[in-house]
């Protein structure tokens, strides 16, 4: 592979990957994840149905496909870094618009806006830190991910707090968490804004080179259904908990773990992530996270509960990290943002379909176990396509 140039301002690159992965963190672990611990009170309070509070982040995704979409276009005329920045702004202003009012299609607006700011900030930060990493061959995976367990630092934060905050002001507060995670993530913002990514970055990687979906098919319909499994878990299991009796601190506990998880990933994972064996890295992760969200059907029990938010977490930021790396063995790195932006469309539609899919069979049947099933059957099902990905001989 002929490596981008590597500027002389990459003499820190994990610091500078560590500071690009605070803009997943506002767009995914803050602005769409966050939604989850605030659901069963605007659920409650707002009189929705299963169906309704599905339909939050399926809304929220069609914006992460539709940023996914228009994201390579937007790299080319503004550059890299610039995408990133006024991605993760418009993230906070969705989140301040979620905290002023109740209405249906109001909300609706912005979590789209929040789903077009998560996707221009992860698929340029995605390219942008693939470049950073490559400063640093002999690290590159480890590098690269970092950036993936920024989502991570979110849910952590959000998980510390919103739960409280809900018990602390009672039925109907949910509209305080969202402020509260409206001043988080605008902390978080500041690092990305200033931060000094080398204005050659936006240079380098942002020539369009055709993308072929042929090769890559299989690979695609696997990453598809990763993003229709996961989101059901992640969107439904705080209600899920607090259905079985669990209050603001089991609540707290299981998001807190999923998000503690993702600070292991790049140990856990980084030898996995540097096989260059085609799919193979994604079918070996993405089966831990089968595993993972598989666990809440066996029971309630405590530990059984807290061990599938570790396995889960743990898995999960790695998926995406895989394909990343994915990408970065099999195409050149003209080719990255649009291939990782290919890469993001193809989960943003499984994850566009998931949550209001999964909502109405819960609204049919009654039963958040099913749901449960479902989701870990596609992650399951994902993992065993990938396996049949052969290296992709592009350049």
Not at 80 to 99: D, E, I, K, M, P
Not at 166 to 183: C, K, N
């Amino acid at each position: 592979m002929h490596a981008p140039d590597r500027p002389a301002s990459y003499a820190h690159p994990a610091r500078l990957i560590l500071i690009l992965s605070l803009a997943p963190t506002v767009g995914l672990g803050i602005g769409r994840f966050a939604y989850a611990l605030v659901l069963p009170d605007m659920r409650d309070t707002l009189a929705w149905s299963y169906s309704a509070a599905g339909f939050m982040n399926t809304i929220n995704a069609a914006g992460y496909l539709a940023g996914a979409l228009f994201a390579s276009r937007m790299i080319r005329r503004f550059g890299l870094a610039a995408s990133v920045r006024w991605g993760t702004l418009a993230c906070v202003l969705s989140l301040a618009l979620c905290a002023i009012t109740g209405n249906f299609y109001v909300l609706s607006f912005a979590r789209l806006l929040a789903g077009v700011g998560a996707a221009a900030g992860f698929v340029g930060g995605g390219a942008l830190a693939a470049t950073i990493a490559q400063s640093r061959p002999e690290r590159a995976n480890f590098l690269l991910s970092l950036f993936y367990a920024g989502p991570g630092i979110g849910i952590l934060a959000s998980g510390l707090a919103a739960p409280f905050v809900l018990q602390g002001f009672g039925p109907g507060s949910w509209w305080i968490v969202w402020w509260a995670m409206t001043a988080l993530a605008v902390v978080m913002t500041i690092p990305v804004l200033l931060a000094p990514f080398h204005a050659r970055a936006a240079l380098t990687e942002t020539t369009a080179v055709k993308f072929a979906v042929a090769p890559v098919v299989i690979y695609l319909t696997g990453y598809f259904l990763f993003g229709a499994g996961y989101i059901a878990y992640m969107t439904f299991m705080i209600a899920y908990i607090r259905d079985a009796g669990g209050g603001a601190a089991a609540q707290s506990a299981f998001w807190s773990l999923i998000g503690v998880s993702a600070f292991a990933t790049p140990w856990v994972w980084r030898r996995v992530l540097a096989l260059d064996r085609g799919g193979l890295a994604t079918t070996i992760i993405l089966g831990v996270n089968a595993i993972g969200a598989a666990m809440p059907i066996f029971g309630h029990s405590v530990w059984l509960l807290a061990t599938s938010a570790l396995v889960f977490g743990v898995a999960f930021f790695a998926v995406v990290g895989s394909t990343t790396a994915f990408v970065r063995f099999n195409y050149p790195p003209q080719a990255w943002p649009t291939a990782i932006a290919a890469m993001t469309i193809s989960f943003g539609i499984g994850q566009t379909l998931g949550p209001i899919v999964v909502g109405a069979i819960t609204d049919a049947l009654g039963s958040l176990s099913f749901a449960l099933n479902v989701s870990a059957a596609m992650l399951a099902l994902g993992a065993v396509l990938s396996a049949f990905q052969r290296k992709v001989r592009s350049f």
